[in-house]
C-alpha cells in the first residue's frame, strides 16, 4: 500500500470509527442514563488497579496486605550505604527499585486522586495508601540534602537471576546523585511527586503534606542548581533500563508546574514563565511516559490558565491542544483501534494519554472551551470517548477478546515476565528458590501460580497480536507506571457509567 492512501485510510478509520463513536458515549450528561451502555465494570477494574501495587511492595509487609502471596522483601535495603531505604515499590516483573519510574508512578497515581479522588468512594483510601507507600520511600531517598539515593540493586546482576523478591540474594547496590554527580531528571521528577502527593494528603493529613512539600521545594532547588543527567555519571548502571532520553529539562518545567500548583508561590510561576521555553515548553513532542514530560507539564500549566485564570499562561493552551490534536489523524493505531507508540511495553503510553484525554476534558469543561484542529472542532465529549475507547480495549474490547489486565474478565495473560508472580509463593513452597533454578519457572509454558491481580502489561503488538509467552517481557511485563494513570481514568469512567 502506498503511503499516501495508508496515511488517508488512517485518517478515515480514526476520523470515522474513534470520533464518530464518540457520539454514542456521552460521557458528561447525567450518569444514571449510563448504566445500560456500559461494556465493562469499570467499578472492577478500579479496585484491581490500585491492588496491584500492593503486589509491587518492597519492605515489611503491613497487616492488612491483601496480597497474600506476598511477604517481606528488602529488610535491608540501602545498609551498604548506611541508610533506611526499605521499602517502596518493584518497578515492574524483577526486584529493582528504580527511583526514576517510581517518582513518576507516585506523580501520576497522585495526579489521578486529585482529579477523581472525589468520586473513588471506598477504593480512595486504598488509592492513598498506594500514594503513600511510595512517597514514604521518597521521604528516606532525599533525607539529606543534595542527596538523593535514585536505586536499589544492580539491575544487570538482578536480571542473571530469576528469584521471588523474598529470596533474593543478589547485590542491594545503592545508588546516588549530588552535587558532584547531579541527575536533574530523577530529582525533577522526585519534586514533582512530593509536590503532588502533598495535595493528596492536605486535608486529611496536613503534617505529611508540609513534610511532603518542603521537601519538594528542597529537592526542586538542588535538580535546578546543580544541573545534569543521571545517565551520564551512572550509566552502566541505569542505562538501558531507565536511561534518559529524552534530557532533564523536560523534568525541570514538570517539576516547576507541580511545585506552582501545590503552593501557589509566585516564585515558580515566574521561573516557568522565564525558563519554559528553554525547558521545552513548545516542543514537538507527544509522547508521555516516565521519561519526557513535556506533554503532561503542558497539560498541568493548561489547567492554571483556564481554570485558575493565569493568563501569564496562555500559550500552554496552544500545546495542549498540539498534543490533542496529534492523535488524530497522525497517530498510529493498530488494525483494532489501539494507540500504537513503540513495541516496547506500549500499554503504558495508552494509559498516559488516556488519562491525560479525560484530564484535559475536564478542564476543557470547566472553562467552556473546545480544541480545534485543522478547522476540525474537537469537543471534550469526543475526548472521553477516545479515552473509553483505549481503555476498554485494555479490557477486553480487542479482536483477541482478551483483557490485558491481569484477573479482570474471562480471559488474561496467565505467563507474565514478573518473578513474583511467576515462581510459587513462600507459603506453598518455604525453601528458597536459588538463583538459576528459578528459570526453569520463567521457561515453563504453566500458568502463573500467583495471579498479580491488577497487572496492566505490555500489550499487543501493532497487529493486535499477543502470544502470552512469559520470556517476551516487551509485551508481558507489567509496571507501575503503566498502572498508575489508569487509576484517575477508571475512577472516572466508573463514575460516568453510574458504578460509583
Known amino acids: 500500500m502506498g503511503s499516501s492512501v495508508f496515511l488517508l485510510a488512517l485518517f478515515l478509520f480514526v476520523s470515522s470509527h474513534v470520533f464518530n463513536n464518540a457520539l454514542a458515549y456521552p460521557t458528561n450528561v447525567q450518569h444514571h442514563r449510563h448504566r445500560r451502555f456500559a461494556s465493562h465494570n469499570y467499578r472492577d477494574?478500579?479496585?484491581?488497579?490500585?491492588?496491584?501495587?500492593e503486589g509491587q511492595r518492597s519492605g515489611k509487609l503491613p497487616a492488612n496486605q491483601r496480597v497474600t502471596w506476598r511477604r517481606d522483601s528488602g529488610l535491608s535495603d540501602g545498609a551498604d550505604m548506611h541508610v533506611d531505604l526499605v521499602g517502596g515499590y518493584y518497578d515492574a516483573g524483577d526486584n529493582v527499585k528504580f527511583g526514576y519510574p517510581m517518582a513518576f508512578t507516585t506523580t501520576m497515581l497522585s495526579w489521578g486522586v486529585i482529579e477523581f479522588g472525589g468520586i473513588m468512594k471506598s477504593e480512595l483510601p486504598n488509592a492513598k495508601e498506594a500514594v503513600r507507600w511510595a512517597t514514604d520511600y521518597l521521604l528516606k531517598a532525599t533525607a539529606k540534602p543534595d542527596t538523593i539515593f535514585v536505586?536499589?540493586?544492580?539491575?544487570n546482576k538482578d536480571h542473571a537471576?530469576?528469584?521471588?523478591?523474598?529470596?533474593?540474594?543478589?547485590?542491594?547496590?545503592v545508588l546516588k546523585i549530588d552535587k558532584n554527580n547531579p541527575g536533574s531528571e530523577v530529582a525533577a521528577e522526585t519534586a514533582a511527586a512530593l509536590a503532588a502527593a502533598s495535595l493528596v494528603f492536605r486535608k486529611t493529613d496536613r503534617a505529611y503534606s508540609r513534610l511532603l512539600v518542603a521537601r519538594a521545594k528542597?529537592?526542586?532547588?538542588?535538580?535546578?542548581?546543580?544541573r545534569g543527567a543521571y545517565s551520564n555519571g551512572l550509566k552502566s548502571y541505569v542505562c538501558p533500563f531507565y536511561c534518559d532520553y529524552s534530557g532533564f529539562q523536560d523534568d525541570l518545567l514538570w517539576g516547576a508546574a507541580w511545585l506552582h500548583k501545590a503552593t501557589k508561590d509566585p516564585r515558580y510561576l515566574s521561573y516557568i514563565q522565564v525558563n519554559g521555553?528553554?525547558?521545552?515548553a513548545s516542543e514537538d513532542d507527544n509522547t508521555f511516559g516516565w521519561d519526557n514530560k513535556h506533554v503532561g507539564a503542558r497539560i498541568l500549566l493548561t489547567k492554571a490558565f483556564l481554570v485558575g485564570k493565569v493568563q501569564s499562561l496562555h500559550d500552554y493552551k496552544g500545546h495542549a491542544d498540539n498534543f490533542i490534536c496529534s492523535l488524530i489523524p497522525q497517530s498510529q493505531y493498530t488494525p483494532g483501534g489501539l494507540f500504537f507508540k513503540m513495541g516496547d511495553a506500549n500499554m503504558q503510553y495508552v494509559t498516559s494519554t488516556s488519562f491525560l484525554l479525560v484530564t484535559y476534558a475536564k478542564y476543557l469543561t470547566s472553562s467552556h472551551k473546545v480544541v480545534t484542529c485543522g478547522g476540525a472542532m474537537v469537543t471534550p465529549k469526543k475526548l472521553r470517548a477516545l479515552a473509553?475507547?483505549?481503555?476498554?480495549?485494555?479490557?477486553?474490547?480487542?479482536?483477541?477478546r482478551m483483557s490485558y489486565m491481569v484477573g479482570y474478565g474471562p480471559r488474561f495473560p496467565r505467563r507474565i515476565h514478573h518473578r513474583a508472580a511467576s515462581l510459587p509463593s513462600v507459603s506453598s513452597?518455604?525453601?528458597?528458590?536459588?538463583?538459576?533454578q528459578?528459570?526453569?519457572f520463567m521457561r515453563s509454558q504453566s500458568p502463573d501460580p500467583n495471579i498479580l491481580v491488577g497487572a496492566v502489561i505490555g500489550g499487543p503488538n501493532e497487529h493486535d497480536q499477543f502470544p502470552d509467552e512469559r520470556s517476551d517481557y516487551e509485551q508481558s511485563e507489567p509496571s507501575t507506571y503503566t498502572n498508575a494513570p489508569l487509576v484517575g481514568t477508571l475512577a472516572y469512567l466508573a463514575h460516568s457509567f453510574g458504578q460509583l
Open 438 to 440: 528459578g528459570f526453569d
Open 388 to 400: 473509553k475507547q483505549q481503555v476498554d480495549y485494555i479490557l477486553g474490547d480487542n479482536p483477541l
Open 45 to 53: 477494574a478500579l479496585t484491581k488497579s490500585i491492588l496491584f501495587f
Open 218 to 226: 528542597r529537592v526542586f532547588a538542588f535538580a535546578d542548581k546543580y
Open 429 to 436: 513452597h518455604p525453601a528458597k528458590l536459588q538463583c538459576s
Open 277 to 280: 521555553q528553554t525547558l521545552g
Open 161 to 173: 537471576c530469576w528469584e521471588r523478591p523474598e529470596d533474593m540474594d543478589t547485590a542491594r547496590t
Open 151 to 155: 536505586q536499589v540493586g544492580d539491575a
